[in-house]
């Protein structure tokens, strides 16, 4: 019998263009959490829905296990959970019903719990976790064990016969470090190294070496870390990397920090540890281009391994990133483009169409941008609105259809933008087929320029050239047609 069984709602196989990737992560939030449990005593157990194919696969585990617990504790570092899917939502509904039937207590800690705590308490939820959940979930534990007054603890949200009552949240943890290594040896790796060979992807883990984001971009919304910025040590995340590495053969990494390497020398010390350890990793980040623009930072980092960073560029019109509050320029994105292309650091984009008053002006410069920088990888997305954001404030009126996307390829508009949901998903083909050709462009002037040693993506980019002037030409034809006639 178990204490406390531990899961969370993200299921690949409900999110189609996520499972056709093939690059699932564990839930390091979750593990992050277990680890905490178990170090102060108490039986946990794993119940991992990633590589899963419904909520009704828990039924089984919770009648051989009789936990007293089950956590939904959901994967803070995923961006993906950050957009609480409608699918995923109601994988969690069906969890806490199967729970509740097998007599646990279930206490949820979520963004999309956060964000609609009733629709979770009303379906049979006993608590949730608003923010940073391990300090939170091990004091409401304690009093389920010690048959204490679990009503007065900070960071919980719960009904009475009143109604809902809601605590302020406990304080963010500020020394990281104190937290044990999360509970990896709770997974089963092996599954997951499978599902990367099926894609014939390298095999990777994701650490996280920060918590919160300091910065106040309107549109992204921070429910689990906040904005607060608190990091581990160097020292930590080499000794974490050097436990994967032995224990997994593991070599490569998602630092799925929201900003990595913010602290002052912090990339500078990172660089020393893993030299010092003798480990040779490869692995990716997210960071902004206003941190990117010291070559002795991007050089400690391309030292360290680093092989790509995925940056939010948002837009090449300066007018939409500053009504994002972005914080950044257009004229930094190219900058540090070049400069991270220069130390052969690969360089990729987040892209963000749609945000209120944009214009086809806007989506213009930031095409243009996308042709002339030709960043390594693209993603493409339309703005979302996330409860708690002022983005949300502006726009929540337009919401009362439909609130939040069934799966991460929706892509609909969910608010009333310049253009409708039609015309932004043909944008996202039309900008992927530009973005294709002047791939094939620049690998053929690499060519003319008797640089002979192309990549396999370099070929491939080259011999499918005519297919995407062609398709590009068309989608800008039919994007054309879709245009409102009283939009500038």
Not at 174 to 201: C, E, F, H, I, R
Not at 227 to 238: A, D, K, V
Request: overall charge neutral.
């Amino acid at each position: 019998m178990l204490d406390i069984v531990f899961s969370h709602s993200y299921y690949y196989k409900l999110d189609e263009k996520q499972w056709r990737n093939k690059t699932p992560y564990p839930p390091l939030g979750t593990l992050y959490a277990a680890s905490y449990l178990r170090n102060h005593g108490y039986h946990v157990g794993l119940f991992d829905t990633n590589l899963l194919d419904s909520p009704e696969t828990i039924k089984p585990y919770l009648k051989q296990h009789q936990p007293k617990v089950l956590v939904l504790y959901d994967d803070g570092f995923n961006y993906l959970t950050k957009m609480c899917l409608t699918s995923m939502r109601e994988a969690a509904f069906a969890m806490i019903k199967i729970a509740k039937n097998e007599q646990c207590k279930v206490i949820v800690c979520s963004s999309d719990s956060t964000d609609h705590y009733e629709k979770y308490l009303n379906i049979g939820a006993d608590f949730i976790i608003q923010g940073e959940g391990e300090v939170t979930l091990k004091a409401l534990v304690d009093e389920f064990e010690n048959g204490g007054n679990t009503f007065n603890i900070k960071g919980v949200i719960f009904k009475n016969k009143t109604g809902i009552v809601k605590h302020p949240k406990q304080a963010v943890l500020q020394n990281l470090d104190t937290l044990p290594l999360p509970a990896w040896d709770l997974v089963n790796m092996d599954a997951y190294k499978a599902v990367w060979a099926s894609g014939n992807n390298e095999f990777t883990l994701n650490i996280a070496t920060t918590r919160g984001c300091p910065f106040k971009c309107n549109w992204c919304a921070k429910p689990i870390y906040g904005n607060r910025y608190n990091s581990h040590s160097p020292e930590y995340i080499t000794g974490h990397i050097k436990y994967l590495t032995e224990t997994y053969n593991v070599h490569r990494f998602w630092m799925c920090d929201d900003i990595f390497g913010l602290k002052p020398n912090w990339v500078q010390e990172f660089n020393k540890e893993l030299k010092k350890e003798e480990l040779f990793i490869s692995y990716y980040i997210q960071s902004r281009v206003d941190l990117l623009l010291k070559e002795d930072t991007i050089d400690a980092l391309s030292e360290s391994g680093l092989e790509e960073v995925w940056v939010g560029a948002e837009s090449g019109s300066q007018a939409i990133l500053d009504a994002m509050d972005k914080g950044t320029t257009v004229s930094q994105i190219y900058e540090a483009t070049q400069l991270l292309k220069k130390k052969n650091v690969r360089v990729a984009f987040f892209i963000q169409f749609g945000y209120l008053d944009e214009t086809k002006e806007d989506i213009a410069k930031t095409i243009t941008m996308i042709k002339e920088l030709v960043p390594d990888n693209l993603g493409i997305s339309v703005s979302y609105p996330l409860p708690g954001t002022k983005f949300y404030d502006k726009v929540k009126d337009d919401l009362k259809l439909k609130a939040n996307w069934t799966d991460s390829d929706d892509l609909a508009m969910l608010f009333e933008g310049t253009f409708n949901s039609k015309f932004y998903k043909k944008l996202h083909r039309y900008v992927h087929k530009e973005y294709r050709k002047s791939q094939g462009i620049q690998s053929f002037k690499h060519m003319i320029n008797m640089s002979f040693s192309h990549t396999k993506r370099e070929w491939k980019s080259m011999l499918l050239l005519g297919y995407y002037m062609l398709t590009a030409f068309l989608y800008k034809v039919q994007l054309k047609r879709m245009e409102p006639t009283n939009v500038r």
